[in-house]
Nanobody, 115 residues
Framework: QVQLVESGGGSVQAGGSLRLSCAAS????????MGWYRQAPGNQRELVAT???????NYADSVKGRFTISRDNAKNTVYLQMNSLKPEDTADYYC?????????WGKGTLVTVSS
């Protein structure tokens, strides 16, 4: 079993920045992928960014150049630095980890961007 704990959400004005963190604990294989998804009201959950333990990162087109995903493998923690935030970035942000053939989700953290 794996547990994920997210932190760092909040409210910010457009153009501002926030940093999300997600710490994983439990039975985690040495190779894993951690990532962030988001879900706005009335919308489907969508991929934001992923980062493998082998240092490969991928981003949704909508956040490229504004968001940066990074991780600390020793701490099994993934971060999402969000800059130049827009009102359309408002959503619940969820952390996800793929490890040993299984996927686990965090409970989410709310990001609200006001215009």
């Amino acid at each position: 079993q794996v547990q994920l704990v997210e932190s760092g959400g909040g409210s910010v004005q457009a153009g501002g920045s926030l940093r999300l963190s997600c710490a994983a604990s439990g039975s985690i294989s040495s190779f894993n992928v951690m990532g962030w998804y988001r879900q706005a009201p009335g919308n489907q959950r969508e991929l934001v960014a992923t980062h493998s333990s082998g240092a490969s990162a991928n981003y949704a087109d909508s956040v490229k150049g504004r968001f940066t995903i990074s991780r600390d493998n020793a701490k099994n923690t993934v971060y999402l630095q969000m800059n130049s935030l827009k009102p359309e970035d408002t959503a619940d942000y969820y952390c996800k980890i793929w490890t040993a053939g299984m996927a686990y989700w965090g409970k989410g953290t709310l990001v609200t961007v006001s215009s």
